[in-house]
Every structure is written in structure tokens, then in C-alpha cells.
């Protein structure tokens, strides 16, 4: 389960880092297509001032969205943090013990029970044994009525 878990959230963290990717490239996109947009659809009125700062703006908000684009990126090819996709190890020997102990008890209980199944049907085949010698047994004649069958015939 431990380790299930571990690959649904990186899973879920890897989806959001490549949404995270096209979101920026989406960006970066239209801040180029906002940049490149002819400053002739602008009015002449317009002061130079503030069309240089205008300019400027775009253009660090562009570089700030490349470098994180960038990063981004490099991190999905090349992850930093190796570790995450680790095999987890029993860390905690306590825990690791105790699964080990249910197991081992749990083998032994299906071991007993397995034995009390074949001790009951022994019973049963016992018990079975004994009825049918019983029934066996009492149709058999009584030395008493062999004395009287013999006295019959000597008569």
C-alpha cells in the first residue's frame, strides 16, 4: 500500500508539473504574440515613455516566463530529487517484526485449523464405526436365546 500510494502522488505530481509546462509555454506564447504585435495598431498619440516602459514590462514578464518554463523543463527531464521514486525499504524494523509475527501466527492458526478439520473427521469416521458395531452387535443373539434355540431344536 506504502508503496502504491507513493506512485499515485508522484503520478499526481508529474501530471501537475507537465500542466504546469504547457500552461507556461501557453504563456510564454501569447506574451511573444503581445510583444511582436505591431506597435504601428497603436495610436500616435501615444507617449514614447510609456510605450518604453509598456515594452520593458512585457519584456522582463516574457524572461521571467522562459526561466520558469525553463526550469520546469530541465526538472522533468533531469528530476533532482532521484529519491522519489525509490523503492521504500522497511525503514521501521518494529513494524516490519510485527507483519512478520501476524504472518507467522496467521500460518500457525491456518496449520491448526487444518488439523482440528482432520481430528473432527477421524471422529466422525470413529463415531460412524462404533454405531454400525453397535447395530452390529445387538442384532447378534444373546447366549440366552441360543440356549432356547437350542432347546427348540432338541425338542
Same mark, same amino acid.
Given at each position: 500500500?506504502?508503496?502504491?500510494? &507513493?506512485? &499515485?502522488r508522484?503520478?499526481?505530481?508529474?501530471?501537475?508539473?507537465?500542466?504546469?509546462?504547457?500552461?507556461?509555454?501557453?504563456?510564454?506564447?501569447?506574451?511573444?504574440?503581445?510583444?511582436?504585435?505591431?506597435?504601428?495598431?497603436?495610436?500616435?498619440?501615444?507617449?514614447?515613455?510609456?510605450?518604453?516602459?509598456?515594452?520593458?514590462? &512585457?519584456?522582463?514578464?516574457?524572461?521571467?516566463?522562459?526561466?520558469?518554463?525553463?526550469?520546469?523543463?530541465?526538472?522533468?527531464?533531469?528530476?533532482?530529487?532521484?529519491?522519489?521514486?525509490?523503492q521504500?525499504?522497511?525503514?521501521?524494523? &518494529?513494524?516490519?517484526?510485527?507483519?512478520?509475527k501476524?504472518?507467522?501466527?496467521?500460518?500457525?492458526?491456518?496449520?491448526?485449523?487444518?488439523?482440528?478439520?482432520?481430528?473432527?473427521?477421524?471422529?466422525?469416521?470413529?463415531?460412524?464405526?462404533?454405531?454400525?458395531?453397535?447395530?452390529?452387535?445387538?442384532?447378534?443373539?444373546?447366549?440366552?436365546?441360543?440356549?432356547?434355540?437350542?432347546?427348540?431344536?432338541?425338542?
Amino acid at each position: 500500500r506504502l508503496l502504491q500510494s &507513493a506512485l &499515485a502522488r508522484g503520478q499526481v505530481q508529474y501530471t501537475a508539473r507537465t500542466d504546469d509546462v504547457r500552461i507556461l509555454a501557453i504563456k510564454v506564447r501569447d506574451l511573444q504574440r503581445r510583444q511582436e504585435a505591431p506597435l504601428a495598431a497603436r495610436t500616435s498619440a501615444d507617449d514614447p515613455r510609456v510605450l518604453r516602459q509598456d515594452l520593458l514590462r &512585457a519584456t522582463k514578464e516574457l524572461l521571467k516566463e522562459k526561466v520558469k518554463v525553463k526550469a520546469l523543463s530541465e526538472e522533468l527531464e533531469n528530476p533532482m530529487n532521484v529519491h522519489r521514486w525509490r523503492q521504500l525499504q522497511g525503514t521501521d524494523p &518494529a513494524t516490519f517484526e510485527m507483519i512478520k509475527k501476524v504472518q507467522m501466527s496467521q500460518q500457525r492458526l491456518m496449520k491448526k485449523a487444518e488439523e482440528v478439520l482432520e481430528r473432527d473427521m477421524l471422529i466422525e469416521e470413529k463415531t460412524q464405526e462404533y454405531n454400525y458395531l453397535k447395530e452390529s452387535l445387538a442384532r447378534v443373539p444373546t447366549s440366552s436365546a441360543i440356549k432356547r434355540a437350542n432347546k427348540s431344536k432338541s425338542i
